[in-house]
Protein backbone atom coordinates (compact mmCIF):
# COMPACT_ATOMS: atom_id res chain seq x y z
CA UNK A 1 0.00 0.00 0.00
CA UNK A 2 0.97 3.55 -0.40
CA UNK A 3 -0.41 6.75 -0.14
CA UNK A 4 -0.71 9.65 -2.69
CA UNK A 5 -0.47 13.36 -2.06
CA UNK A 6 -1.73 15.60 -4.95
CA UNK A 7 -1.57 19.35 -4.94
CA UNK A 8 -2.80 19.52 -0.88
CA UNK A 9 -3.89 23.22 0.22
CA UNK A 10 -5.06 24.14 3.64
CA UNK A 11 -6.10 27.57 4.37
CA UNK A 12 -7.41 28.02 8.22
CA UNK A 13 -9.59 30.42 8.87
CA UNK A 14 -8.07 33.64 9.35
CA UNK A 15 -5.97 33.30 6.40
CA UNK A 16 -3.28 31.17 7.54
CA UNK A 17 -1.93 29.54 4.52
CA UNK A 18 -0.86 25.72 6.46
CA UNK A 19 -0.28 23.53 3.16
CA UNK A 20 0.41 24.61 -0.09
CA UNK A 21 0.49 22.56 -3.00
CA UNK A 22 1.49 19.66 -1.03
CA UNK A 23 2.55 16.31 -3.40
CA UNK A 24 3.89 13.44 -1.62
CA UNK A 25 3.96 9.58 -2.10
CA UNK A 26 4.39 7.40 1.01
CA UNK A 27 5.55 4.02 0.83
CA UNK A 28 5.26 1.28 3.12
CA UNK A 29 7.82 1.14 6.15
CA UNK A 30 8.83 3.68 8.34
CA UNK A 31 8.80 7.45 7.09
CA UNK A 32 9.65 10.31 8.45
CA UNK A 33 7.76 13.92 8.11
CA UNK A 34 10.63 16.48 9.37
CA UNK A 35 10.01 20.33 9.94
CA UNK A 36 10.11 23.21 12.85
CA UNK A 37 7.36 24.47 14.70
CA UNK A 38 4.45 25.39 12.53
CA UNK A 39 5.59 23.67 9.42
CA UNK A 40 2.06 22.20 8.78
CA UNK A 41 2.85 18.53 9.79
CA UNK A 42 0.13 18.02 12.31
CA UNK A 43 -2.51 19.86 9.83
CA UNK A 44 -1.08 17.62 7.22
CA UNK A 45 -1.53 14.47 9.33
CA UNK A 46 -5.50 15.23 10.54
CA UNK A 47 -6.71 15.54 7.36
CA UNK A 48 -4.52 12.63 6.74
CA UNK A 49 -6.73 11.17 9.49
CA UNK A 50 -9.91 12.62 8.14
CA UNK A 51 -10.01 15.02 11.16
CA UNK A 52 -9.64 17.49 8.94
CA UNK A 53 -10.94 18.63 5.55
CA UNK A 54 -8.11 20.51 3.41
CA UNK A 55 -9.03 23.47 1.23
CA UNK A 56 -8.03 21.49 -2.08
CA UNK A 57 -6.21 18.84 -3.92
CA UNK A 58 -7.08 14.85 -2.97
CA UNK A 59 -4.95 12.08 -1.02
CA UNK A 60 -5.46 8.59 -2.09
CA UNK A 61 -4.81 5.79 0.97
CA UNK A 62 -4.15 2.75 -0.94
CA UNK A 63 -7.41 1.84 -2.67
CA UNK A 64 -9.39 4.47 -1.08
CA UNK A 65 -10.15 7.97 -1.92
CA UNK A 66 -9.86 10.61 0.61
CA UNK A 67 -12.02 12.92 -1.06
CA UNK A 68 -15.24 11.07 -1.23
CA UNK A 69 -17.59 10.55 2.43
CA UNK A 70 -16.80 6.73 1.33
CA UNK A 71 -13.40 6.75 1.43
CA UNK A 72 -12.79 8.51 4.08
CA UNK A 73 -15.18 5.73 6.27
CA UNK A 74 -12.85 2.79 4.36
CA UNK A 75 -9.50 4.97 5.59
CA UNK A 76 -10.77 5.04 9.12
CA UNK A 77 -10.70 1.43 9.58
CA UNK A 78 -7.40 0.98 8.56
CA UNK A 79 -6.16 4.02 10.71
CA UNK A 80 -4.48 4.00 13.83
CA UNK A 81 -3.55 7.55 15.26
CA UNK A 82 -1.52 8.94 18.11
CA UNK A 83 -2.30 12.64 18.41
CA UNK A 84 0.27 15.13 19.70
CA UNK A 85 -2.73 15.51 22.61
CA UNK A 86 -4.27 12.08 22.96
CA UNK A 87 -6.78 12.66 26.33
CA UNK A 88 -6.68 10.23 28.50
CA UNK A 89 -8.59 9.09 31.93
CA UNK A 90 -6.07 9.46 34.44
CA UNK A 91 -7.65 7.45 37.26
CA UNK A 92 -8.54 4.29 35.02
CA UNK A 93 -5.52 1.75 34.32
CA UNK A 94 -3.64 1.24 31.32
CA UNK A 95 -6.02 -2.25 31.31
CA UNK A 96 -9.44 -0.35 31.90
CA UNK A 97 -8.35 2.63 29.22
CA UNK A 98 -7.70 0.05 26.41
CA UNK A 99 -10.38 -2.34 26.94
CA UNK A 100 -12.56 1.30 26.81
CA UNK A 101 -10.90 2.57 23.63
CA UNK A 102 -12.00 -1.23 22.28
CA UNK A 103 -15.36 -0.46 23.24
CA UNK A 104 -15.48 2.57 21.24
CA UNK A 105 -13.71 1.30 18.61
CA UNK A 106 -16.63 -1.26 17.90
CA UNK A 107 -14.53 -4.34 19.33
CA UNK A 108 -17.68 -5.99 21.07
CA UNK A 109 -16.51 -9.22 21.55
CA UNK A 110 -15.48 -9.20 24.56
CA UNK A 111 -12.85 -12.84 24.74
CA UNK A 112 -11.37 -11.34 21.44
CA UNK A 113 -10.37 -7.41 23.18
CA UNK A 114 -9.16 -8.76 26.44
CA UNK A 115 -6.91 -10.55 24.12
CA UNK A 116 -6.09 -8.45 21.75
CA UNK A 117 -5.32 -5.98 24.79
CA UNK A 118 -3.02 -7.83 26.37
CA UNK A 119 -1.20 -8.79 23.35
CA UNK A 120 -0.76 -5.14 23.34
CA UNK A 121 0.19 -4.65 26.52
CA UNK A 122 2.73 -7.31 26.02
CA UNK A 123 3.89 -5.32 23.22
CA UNK A 124 4.79 -2.35 24.66
CA UNK A 125 6.49 -3.70 27.76
CA UNK A 126 3.50 -2.74 30.22
CA UNK A 127 1.52 -6.06 31.44
CA UNK A 128 2.89 -5.29 34.37
CA UNK A 129 2.01 -2.20 35.30
CA UNK A 130 -1.67 -2.47 33.51
CA UNK A 131 -3.49 -2.46 36.53
CA UNK A 132 -1.67 0.57 37.66
CA UNK A 133 -3.58 4.02 37.29
CA UNK A 134 -2.40 6.29 33.74
CA UNK A 135 -1.97 8.85 36.34
CA UNK A 136 1.06 7.19 38.02
CA UNK A 137 3.13 6.63 34.55
CA UNK A 138 5.69 8.27 33.29
CA UNK A 139 5.61 10.29 30.11
CA UNK A 140 7.47 7.81 28.78
CA UNK A 141 4.69 4.78 29.48
CA UNK A 142 1.64 7.04 28.68
CA UNK A 143 2.85 7.54 25.17
CA UNK A 144 3.81 3.50 25.01
CA UNK A 145 -0.38 3.77 25.55
CA UNK A 146 -1.26 5.97 23.55
CA UNK A 147 0.67 3.77 20.68
CA UNK A 148 -1.12 0.72 22.62
CA UNK A 149 -4.63 2.32 21.56
CA UNK A 150 -3.90 3.22 17.93
CA UNK A 151 -2.87 -0.23 17.35
CA UNK A 152 -6.28 -2.29 18.72
CA UNK A 153 -7.41 -2.24 15.31
CA UNK A 154 -3.92 -3.54 13.58
CA UNK A 155 -4.24 -0.62 11.50
CA UNK A 156 -2.34 -1.05 8.09
CA UNK A 157 -1.90 3.40 8.39
CA UNK A 158 -0.22 4.30 11.85
CA UNK A 159 -0.08 7.82 12.13
CA UNK A 160 2.10 9.45 14.98
CA UNK A 161 2.21 13.03 15.64
CA UNK A 162 5.65 14.20 17.84
CA UNK A 163 5.53 11.21 19.94
CA UNK A 164 8.91 11.79 21.61
CA UNK A 165 8.38 14.97 22.35
CA UNK A 166 8.87 15.53 26.04
CA UNK A 167 10.62 12.09 26.77
CA UNK A 168 13.48 11.93 27.81
CA UNK A 169 16.70 9.97 26.34
CA UNK A 170 16.36 6.58 27.71
CA UNK A 171 12.10 6.70 26.42
CA UNK A 172 12.89 8.19 23.27
CA UNK A 173 15.15 5.48 22.46
CA UNK A 174 12.60 2.81 23.84
CA UNK A 175 9.97 4.22 21.89
CA UNK A 176 11.81 4.67 18.74
CA UNK A 177 12.78 1.00 19.05
CA UNK A 178 9.02 0.22 19.73
CA UNK A 179 7.89 1.97 16.03
CA UNK A 180 10.86 0.66 14.28
CA UNK A 181 9.34 -2.81 15.03
CA UNK A 182 6.34 -1.86 13.90
CA UNK A 183 7.41 -0.87 9.99
CA UNK A 184 6.68 -3.98 8.67
CA UNK A 185 3.75 -4.19 6.44
CA UNK A 186 2.27 -1.12 7.09
CA UNK A 187 2.84 2.49 6.79
CA UNK A 188 3.68 4.64 9.68
CA UNK A 189 3.56 7.93 9.35
CA UNK A 190 6.35 9.68 11.61
CA UNK A 191 6.11 13.39 12.47
CA UNK A 192 8.58 15.23 14.50
CA UNK A 193 11.04 18.26 14.70
CA UNK A 194 13.86 15.82 16.10
CA UNK A 195 16.29 14.93 13.12
CA UNK A 196 17.55 12.20 15.44
CA UNK A 197 14.07 10.70 15.63
CA UNK A 198 14.11 10.11 12.10
CA UNK A 199 17.83 9.11 11.56
CA UNK A 200 17.48 6.18 13.87
CA UNK A 201 14.21 4.62 12.43
CA UNK A 202 13.08 5.60 8.79
CA UNK A 203 14.01 4.62 5.69
CA UNK A 204 12.46 7.58 3.36
CA UNK A 205 11.58 10.81 4.63
CA UNK A 206 9.73 14.71 3.71
CA UNK A 207 10.85 17.72 5.18
CA UNK A 208 8.46 20.44 5.42
CA UNK A 209 8.46 24.11 5.97
CA UNK A 210 6.37 26.40 6.33
CA UNK A 211 3.63 24.39 4.55
CA UNK A 212 5.87 23.61 1.54
CA UNK A 213 7.61 20.35 0.81
CA UNK A 214 11.20 21.25 0.48
CA UNK A 215 12.65 17.39 -0.01
CA UNK A 216 11.35 13.90 -0.55
CA UNK A 217 13.44 11.12 -0.93
CA UNK A 218 15.41 8.44 0.96
CA UNK A 219 18.14 9.24 4.08
CA UNK A 220 20.74 8.44 1.86
CA UNK A 221 19.59 11.00 -1.45
CA UNK A 222 19.49 13.73 1.22
CA UNK A 223 23.28 12.86 2.36
CA UNK A 224 24.21 12.55 -1.35
CA UNK A 225 23.17 16.17 -1.61
CA UNK A 226 25.10 17.51 0.90
CA UNK A 227 28.03 15.50 0.19
CA UNK A 228 31.31 17.89 -0.29
CA UNK A 229 29.40 20.44 1.96
CA UNK A 230 30.35 19.11 4.97
CA UNK A 231 33.97 19.30 6.96
CA UNK A 232 35.64 18.81 10.20
CA UNK A 233 38.43 21.74 11.11
CA UNK A 234 41.03 20.85 13.71
CA UNK A 235 42.35 23.56 15.26
CA UNK A 236 44.29 25.76 18.35
CA UNK A 237 43.66 28.91 16.92
CA UNK A 238 40.58 31.27 15.76
CA UNK A 239 37.20 29.38 14.80
CA UNK A 240 36.99 28.49 11.11
CA UNK A 241 35.44 30.93 8.48
CA UNK A 242 33.40 31.46 5.57
CA UNK A 243 30.15 31.20 4.93
CA UNK A 244 29.36 27.95 7.35
CA UNK A 245 27.25 27.08 10.17
CA UNK A 246 28.76 25.17 12.83
CA UNK A 247 26.64 22.23 13.80
CA UNK A 248 29.09 21.02 16.72
CA UNK A 249 31.92 22.05 18.57
CA UNK A 250 33.96 19.49 20.70
CA UNK A 251 37.18 20.41 23.19
CA UNK A 252 39.97 18.35 22.39
CA UNK A 253 41.98 19.56 25.39
CA UNK A 254 44.89 21.77 23.16
CA UNK A 255 42.72 21.72 20.20
CA UNK A 256 38.60 22.30 19.25
CA UNK A 257 37.12 20.49 16.64
CA UNK A 258 34.34 21.78 14.67
CA UNK A 259 32.05 19.94 12.52
CA UNK A 260 30.85 22.58 9.78
CA UNK A 261 28.29 22.61 7.39
CA UNK A 262 28.98 25.29 3.91
CA UNK A 263 32.32 27.31 2.40
CA UNK A 264 34.86 27.66 4.08
CA UNK A 265 37.53 30.21 3.76
CA UNK A 266 40.07 28.02 4.16
CA UNK A 267 39.31 24.62 3.08
CA UNK A 268 42.91 23.59 2.99
CA UNK A 269 42.72 23.15 6.20
CA UNK A 270 39.85 21.01 6.48
CA UNK A 271 39.04 17.29 6.37
CA UNK A 272 35.76 16.66 4.15
CA UNK A 273 33.44 14.30 5.54
CA UNK A 274 30.33 12.04 5.23
CA UNK A 275 26.95 13.75 6.04
CA UNK A 276 25.11 12.64 8.65
CA UNK A 277 21.17 13.09 8.40
CA UNK A 278 21.82 16.22 11.40
CA UNK A 279 24.61 17.55 8.62
CA UNK A 280 22.14 17.16 5.66
CA UNK A 281 18.67 19.00 7.06
CA UNK A 282 21.11 22.01 8.06
CA UNK A 283 22.68 22.45 4.74
CA UNK A 284 19.23 21.89 2.95
CA UNK A 285 17.81 24.66 5.38
CA UNK A 286 20.88 26.63 4.68
CA UNK A 287 19.61 26.07 0.63
CA UNK A 288 16.45 27.27 1.59
CA UNK A 289 17.41 30.38 3.89
CA UNK A 290 15.59 28.94 6.57
CA UNK A 291 16.99 29.14 10.27
CA UNK A 292 17.19 25.65 12.28
CA UNK A 293 16.22 25.98 15.94
CA UNK A 294 18.92 24.59 17.96
CA UNK A 295 16.52 21.94 20.00
CA UNK A 296 15.79 20.09 16.37
CA UNK A 297 19.59 18.59 16.53
N1 LIG B 1 -7.01 25.71 13.87
C1 LIG B 1 -6.14 26.59 13.35
N2 LIG B 1 -6.53 27.83 13.00
C2 LIG B 1 -5.67 28.72 12.45
N3 LIG B 1 -4.36 28.46 12.23
C3 LIG B 1 -3.91 27.24 12.56
C4 LIG B 1 -4.76 26.23 13.15
N4 LIG B 1 -4.02 25.12 13.37
C5 LIG B 1 -2.77 25.41 12.95
N5 LIG B 1 -2.69 26.67 12.46
C6 LIG B 1 -1.51 27.32 11.87
O1 LIG B 1 -1.11 26.56 10.74
C7 LIG B 1 0.31 26.47 10.65
C8 LIG B 1 0.74 24.99 10.67
O2 LIG B 1 0.45 24.44 11.96
P1 LIG B 1 0.68 22.89 12.31
O3 LIG B 1 0.19 22.69 13.72
O4 LIG B 1 0.09 22.07 11.25
O5 LIG B 1 2.26 22.80 12.26
P2 LIG B 1 3.24 21.70 12.88
O6 LIG B 1 4.33 21.53 11.89
O7 LIG B 1 2.47 20.49 13.26
O8 LIG B 1 3.79 22.41 14.16
P3 LIG B 1 3.75 21.90 15.68
O9 LIG B 1 4.81 20.87 15.75
O10 LIG B 1 4.08 23.16 16.43
O11 LIG B 1 2.36 21.40 15.93
C9 LIG B 1 0.85 27.30 11.82
O12 LIG B 1 1.13 28.58 11.35
C10 LIG B 1 -0.31 27.33 12.80
O13 LIG B 1 -0.25 28.48 13.61
Not at 8 to 36: E, Q, S, W
Not at 44 to 51: P, S, Y
Not at 110 to 124: D, G
Not at 227 to 241: A, D, H, L, N, Y
Amino acid sequence: MHITINQLNKVYRGGVHALTDVNMVIPNGMFGLLGPNGAGKTTLMRILAGILRPSGGGIQVGAYNGNSDRGRIAIKRILGYLPQDLGMYPDLSAYEFLDYIGILKGMDERKKRVARVNELLELVSLSDVASRKIKTFSGGMKRRVGIAQALLNDPKLLIVDEPTAGLDPEERIRFRNLLSDLGGDRIVLLSTHIVEDIAQTCRNLAIMNKGHITFQGSLSELAYEARGKVWMVTTSGPKPEGDITVVSTMNMGTTVQYRVVGELANPQKAISVEPSLEDSYVWLMREKRISVPAEAH
